[in-house]
């Protein structure tokens, strides 16, 4: 089992920042997938970015390459989504995922997930 517990998440203005954090526990995180997910209301929920077990590759939506940044810190057991230049449309629960089998851009795709952090982006 793997447990995943997002924060970071809050309110800021269009064009601003803000890092999410991922703590993972409960199995070896240097083994695992990991991915940030993202569910706005009434939507369905969609990748955002993902990175291999070994940091050699990294995987973004379209909609927020050149924006966002995944990365992972194993000795912290943490995976980590840098946010700038945010969008209203950027507004969602954002969602932490873990797996051992790869990187997958569909929510089915991944075993473990967290219970989310909310990022709000004002205009």
């Known amino acids: 089992q793997v447990q995943l517990i997002e924060s970071g998440g809050g309110l800021v203005q269009a064009g601003g920042s803000l890092r999410l954090s991922c703590a993972a526990s409960?199995?070896?995180?240097?083994?695992?997938?990991m991915a940030w997910f993202r569910q706005a209301p009434g939507k369905e929920r969609e990748f955002v970015a993902g990175?291999?077990?070994?940091?050699?590759?990294?995987y973004y939506a379209d909609s927020v390459k050149g924006r966002f940044t995944i990365s992972r810190d194993s000795s912290e057991n943490t995976v980590y989504l840098q946010m700038n230049s945010l969008k209203p449309e950027d507004t969602a629960a954002y969602y932490c995922?873990?797996?051992?089998?790869?990187?997958?851009?569909?929510?089915?795709?991944?075993?473990?997930w967290g219970k989310g952090t909310l990022v709000t982006i004002s205009s």
């Open positions: 995922a873990a797996d051992v089998r790869g990187v997958e851009t569909g929510a089915d795709g991944w075993d473990y």
């Open positions: 409960g199995r070896t995180f240097s083994r695992l997938y």
């Open positions: 990175i291999s077990w070994n940091r050699a590759i990294t």
